[in-house]
């Protein structure tokens, strides 16, 4: 630490420094491209949002934004249905087949039967989705955590019409292990 900038003047230390007397008001506005963020939720029509090149100061981009971010939102939970659909897809055909005895007229082909693998195709592609669906997540956690009450409603809304698009089709997946249906 350099200490150039300290003199000793009867016993006391002084400090010389001048970022002592600047104006921090500033950075307690939440200015655009400033560091410090609001930790309360407020209405405003300018915030940077992920990344300094995406920022806003006009109503437009604000609307721009919200309609980017919803979008997003409701890409998410359409991701979530996706991997699930492609996941039962895969258990179906791991399903246990019945033993039956075959006819005399009935070919002996022997049902093809597909063994879960670390290293197959199918499970690359889920690992894939599964980090595209975490990187979206985060996005949007942290689009919330800038408590720009505009943005935080578009994540919302998005998620809700993801949702609404993507989540019914849940209730219609049956699963083949069970029993008691």
Same mark, same amino acid.
């Given at each position: 630490?350099?200490?150039?900038?300290?003199?000793?003047?009867?016993?006391?230390?002084?400090?010389?420094?001048?970022?002592?007397?600047?104006?921090?008001?500033?950075?307690?506005?939440?200015?655009v491209?400033?560091?410090?963020m609001?930790?309360?939720f407020?209405?405003?029509?300018?915030?940077?949002? !992920?990344?300094?090149?995406?920022?806003?100061? @006009?109503?437009?981009?604000?609307?721009?934004?919200? +309609?980017?971010? $919803?979008? &997003?939102?409701?890409?998410?939970?359409?991701?979530?249905?996706?991997?699930?659909?492609?996941?039962?897809?895969?258990?179906?055909?791991?399903?246990?087949?019945?033993?039956?005895?075959?006819?005399?007229?009935?070919?002996?082909?022997?049902?093809?039967?597909?063994?879960?693998?670390? !290293?197959?195709?199918?499970?690359?592609?889920? @690992?894939?989705?599964h980090?595209?669906?975490?990187? +979206?997540?985060? $996005?949007? &956690?942290?689009?919330?955590?800038?408590?720009?009450?505009?943005?935080?409603?578009?994540?919302?809304?998005?998620?809700?019409?993801?949702?609404?698009?993507f989540g019914?089709?849940?209730?219609?997946?049956?699963?083949?292990?069970?029993?008691?249906?």
């Amino acid at each position: 630490m350099d200490h150039s900038q300290h003199t000793l003047h009867e016993g006391h230390e002084t400090m010389n420094h001048d970022h002592m007397h600047m104006d921090h008001t500033k950075h307690m506005h939440g200015d655009v491209g400033h560091s410090m963020m609001q930790m309360y939720f407020y209405f405003s029509s300018s915030a940077t949002v !992920l990344f300094s090149d995406w920022k806003f100061t @006009t109503t437009g981009g604000l609307i721009g934004s919200m +309609i980017g971010i $919803f979008i &997003m939102a409701a890409l998410y939970e359409g991701l979530k249905y996706f991997r699930e659909y492609l996941f039962w897809k895969t258990y179906n055909s791991l399903q246990y087949r019945a033993v039956a005895i075959p006819e005399k007229n009935q070919s002996h082909e022997e049902p093809q039967i597909v063994h879960p693998s670390m !290293l197959s195709k199918m499970h690359f592609l889920q @690992t894939f989705l599964h980090m595209v669906q975490m990187v +979206i997540s985060y $996005f949007l &956690m942290l689009i919330f955590m800038t408590y720009n009450t505009w943005l935080c409603i578009s994540v919302v809304f998005g998620a809700g019409v993801g949702y609404f698009l993507f989540g019914w089709k849940k209730s219609v997946v049956v699963d083949v292990t069970e029993h008691c249906h």
